[in-house]
Each structure stands twice: as structure tokens, then as C-alpha cells.
């Protein structure tokens, strides 16, 4: 055509939003995704879960272990039919908290298989995964716990039986010797 000096043809594509879940606390989860929305900076260090949502949430096969100190079956967040054990030597056997204090293991249990778009709490990074807690350790008190190294090795062999391949303990453990005083003469 006479005076056109440039043209594109008009392509048709589509395309598609990340997914961001309506679970309250979702943008609070840096780890997961940064939360703007909150003022943090943005430096990309996470998970990029949004990205990788789109791609897979996970499957039911999958086993994920949270060994810690009791995971709250009941909780909102938690998938349906948890399955679990205690390798301590207290405690109802299915790797529920049983004082004040065990909370932690909930909280872990959930960054990894929160329900999603529940309208509550968070959304975890694999909530089609599923979930077996495994209480190893003893809360004492809000910051500290006990454990025996006995405890974590019946913990792996309960894994191992279940077929699970996938584990989390996110407690820095290890023999650490008794402090001792040398007497020089």
C-alpha cells in the first residue's frame, strides 16, 4: 500500500495471571513470595511460588515428612486425613503437639502443605503433597526443647517404612559436650 511505511499482522495469544491465593497471611510469607505488598524490598530471593504453582501443587503420592515437635491435625490449614507418629516417650502417637509450647512443627507443616485458598492463614508451597508428622523432639518452653538422638533415628525409620522420601527438620541438632572446667596445677 502506497504511504505504509510499516505493519504488523494483529496476533491472537492468550495468557494467564500468577496465581495469588485468597489465604489472609499469603503476602506475609516472604519466603514464598515477596511480599510488596507489605514494603518489603524486592530482591528475589524466594521461592517464587506463584510461578512454580502454575506449573504443579504437588500430588497426593508424595509423602512430606515434618519432623519437629507435633503438628495440630485440626488446624484450618492442615490437609485432611493426616497421617503421623511420636518417637518420643510421651504423647498420643500421632505426632500431635501435646503441650502449650509445641507449635512449632504446625507452623513448619504449613509453609509446605497449607491448604490453599481457604480464606485462612497461609498457602503452602506443595498443598497437593501429602503430609505425615513425626513429633521427635520435646518442647519445654516457647524457645527451647529436648530430644534424644534415638528419637530422630525412630523418626527416619517411621519415613522409611511409610515410603516417605521427603523430610523436614528444621532444628539444628548434634552432640554438643559438656561444658567442662580444667584445673591446672
Known amino acids: 500500500l502506497e504511504g505504509v511505511r510499516f505493519a504488523e499482522p494483529d496476533l491472537c495469544f492468550s495468557g494467564s495471571k500468577l496465581h495469588h491465593p485468597n489465604d489472609a497471611r499469603f503476602f506475609e510469607i516472604w519466603g514464598h513470595h515477596q511480599g510488596l505488598q507489605l514494603g518489603f524490598s524486592s530482591s528475589d530471593i524466594d521461592m517464587d511460588a506463584p510461578e512454580a504453582w502454575d506449573l504443579s501443587r504437588g500430588n497426593p503420592a508424595i509423602k512430606v ?18 497421617a503421623g507418629a511420636d518417637t518420643t516417650t510421651e504423647g498420643p502417637g500421632d505426632g500431635s503437639p501435646i503441650n502449650a509450647f509445641d507449635n512449632h512443627g504446625t507452623s513448619v507443616a504449613g509453609l509446605i502443605v497449607g491448604r490453599m485458598d ?12 501429602s503430609l505425615h508428622a513425626v513429633r521427635c523432639y520435646l518442647s519445654t518452653s516457647p524457645t527451647s526443647f529436648i530430644t534424644m538422638s534415638s528419637w530422630t533415628v525412630a523418626a527416619l525409620s517411621y519415613c522409611e517404612t511409610a515410603g516417605i522420601r521427603i523430610t523436614n527438620n528444621s532444628v539444628v541438632l548434634g552432640a554438643q559436650p559438656a561444658a567442662t572446667t580444667l584445673k591446672y596445677d
Request: charged residues 15%; proline residues 10%.
Open 65 to 82: 515428612a515434618v519432623l519437629d515437635d507435633g503438628v495440630q491435625h485440626d488446624h484450618p490449614d492442615m490437609p485432611f486425613g493426616l
Open 118 to 129: 481457604n480464606a485462612f492463614g497461609m498457602a503452602g508451597l506443595a498443598p497437593d503433597c
